[in-house]
């Protein structure tokens, strides 16, 4: 739902070429809502010399416009609305 945003796409075009090029293997971002895992992606496209992107945030509010669509983006392994909680990395 945001990756038409020009915040979005500014953003990746300037970062995803950073990442790359470091061979970044994940990226923890932070969110208001849901929980969402990718696969290995670039551009928005299953790639798999690009980063597996996290997002961490089922902490906030319940938005679920992302979730209207029942069949998910193809660069999208998981994506979790149904519960609040925090997330731990160890």
Known sequence: IHQKEMYTTEALSHLEPILLQHVVN??????????????????FSPNPRGPIYIIQG??????N??????????????????????????
């Open 58 to 63: 089922n902490g906030g509010r319940n938005a």
């Open 65 to 90: 416009e992302a979730y209207l669509n029942p069949t998910q983006e193809e660069w999208v392994h998981v994506r979790d609305h149904s519960m609040y909680g925090y997330g731990t990395l160890d």
């Open 26 to 43: 994940f990226v923890i971002a932070g969110h208001i809502h849901s929980y969402m895992r990718s696969v290995p992606t670039a551009n």
